[in-house]
């Protein structure tokens, strides 16, 4: 995550565009909340990344892994790490077919779905590129 901001801050710099892999994600193991998580700022605290709290709008943002870690749920659950999150698509695919879906959730199924079916996953989804 901390190579990633290094990446994003020097492609500023240049005028490059900077699409980074999500590295992280994590969840609301009660609720619809799951952040995708692409970088980590020189505080150690920014993260940025995708934000999906559940109302079915997520954004690419900014946000605090301090907060996160002081959320406490019932029965002395907290916000958790998915160990098991890999993937080889860029933020920017994650954003759009999450947008389309309505959640990260369901677009973690639809692009399953597409890579299983041999549909190229970087592309948008039908209703994003004028398709039906």
Do not use: Y
Not at 76 to 92: A, Q, V, Y
Not at 107 to 122: H, I, M, S, Y
């Amino acid at each position: 995550m901390r190579e990633n901001d290094a990446a994003g801050r020097a492609c500023d710099l240049s005028g490059a565009l900077f699409d980074a892999l999500p590295v992280l994600k994590l969840f609301n193991p009660l609720g619809a909340a799951t952040w995708l998580v692409s970088e980590i700022g020189e505080d150690g605290n920014t993260l940025f990344g995708l934000a999906d709290l559940g109302f079915g709008c997520p954004e690419l943002g900014s946000f605090s892994l301090t907060e996160i870690a002081s959320v406490r749920l019932p029965f002395g659950l907290g916000i958790e790490r998915d160990l098991g999150f890999k993937t080889n698509l860029p933020l920017s695919v994650w954003a759009g077919w999450s947008r389309h879906a309505g959640s990260i959730l369901c677009a973690e199924n639809l692009l399953r779905r597409a890579v299983r079916t041999g549909a190229d996953p970087e592309l948008p989804p039908p209703s994003i590129n004028g398709g039906g």
